[in-house]
């Protein structure tokens, strides 16, 4: 028995990779209330909550983790690039179309107490927002404006933005891996605000320090957001041209050097959010499920 046990240890060990870059004390599969669908959530800063939008529904949708009460925050908000604040204040884009036919962009924030703020009127120029703390910085038409959401003294932060495919810090191009014929994706910055972490298409993933230079290649993974400084997590997913057959999660540092797998490839986890002390990912079947770190 015993060398089966380590056997198995080592097989594990095996998959996980070289070196593990996180604990995971448990992988929970949430019990969600019956015709509730999650897809593209993200885990709340103190990981009571969840944000997310539903596979057959409109909207955007909040749930109480303990609970599993859930509230609607947006009929029209948008889960991609979704952040939320430290005091559980929820920002995300909500697009409408208007009488023009033309499609316009706010900026939404909704506090704990369900009290909604309209931080950036309706603009067709909305190139990108970072929220640090109860902050919030936006790029508005490559106008930067900084606000504080408790009436506070704004603070700055760099803002990680793709316009016409290129990747942009506070309005400004800086496409670590070129501009001619290049094409970016899911651009985030780190928490100590020194690198940004990217999708460079056809290349992979990559972290680059904040002016765009030394990018490094960190690993075959998209939508990755950042763990801690030095690492990302992100999901390898396969697909036969018309569904996804398989997708995982891995954790990788920012040096290239370290990957962890984090889920198998059966587990289709898809669209990684972190807080630093656990992970939610949905799957195509829109199952939710959280990684407890240690």
């Known amino acids: 028995m015993k060398k089966i046990f380590i056997s198995a240890m080592l097989l594990c060990s095996s998959v996980l990779g070289f070196a593990q870059l996180v604990e995971i004390q448990s992988i929970d599969k949430i019990a969600l209330p019956e015709g509730v669908s999650v897809d593209k959530a993200t885990l709340s800063p103190d990981g009571s909550f969840v944000v997310f939008s539903q596979n057959t529904k409109g909207g955007l949708h909040k749930m109480d983790i303990n609970s599993r009460e859930i509230s609607m925050i947006s009929q029209n908000g948008n889960s991609f690039?979704?952040?939320?604040?430290?005091?559980g204040t929820?920002?995300?884009?909500?697009s409408k179309t208007a009488e023009n036919k033309l499609r316009y962009t706010s900026l939404k924030a909704v506090s704990p107490r369900g009290v909604e703020t309209t931080l950036v009127a309706p603009t067709r120029n909305l190139n990108g927002f970072a929220v640090s703390g109860t902050n919030v910085m936006t790029v508005d038409n490559n106008v930067c404006a900084a606000k504080s959401l408790n009436g506070g003294v704004a603070v700055q932060m760099p803002v990680a933005s793709i316009r016409y495919g290129q990747l942009c810090i506070d309005g400004k191009v800086i496409s670590p891996n070129g501009t001619d014929g290049a094409s970016y994706l899911w651009a985030s910055i780190s928490p100590n605000g020194t690198k940004v972490c990217y999708y460079y298409v056809s290349g992979g993933c990559y972290v680059a320090n904040i002016d765009g230079s030394n990018p490094v290649f960190v690993g075959n993974i998209r939508a990755a957001k950042w763990l801690n400084d030095l690492t990302v997590v992100g999901m390898h997913d396969i697909d036969n041209g018309e569904v996804v057959t398989s997708s995982k999660l891995i954790a990788a540092s920012i040096d290239g050097k370290?990957?962890?797998?984090?889920?198998?490839?059966?587990?289709?986890a898809m669209y990684p959010s972190t807080n630093g002390k656990g992970i939610a990912y949905s799957t195509p079947a829109g199952e939710l499920f959280i990684i407890n770190l240690k």
């Open 90 to 94: 929820v920002v995300f884009r909500e």
């Open 258 to 268: 370290v990957k962890q797998e984090l889920t198998t490839d059966e587990s289709m």
């Open 81 to 87: 690039d979704l952040k939320i604040a430290d005091d």
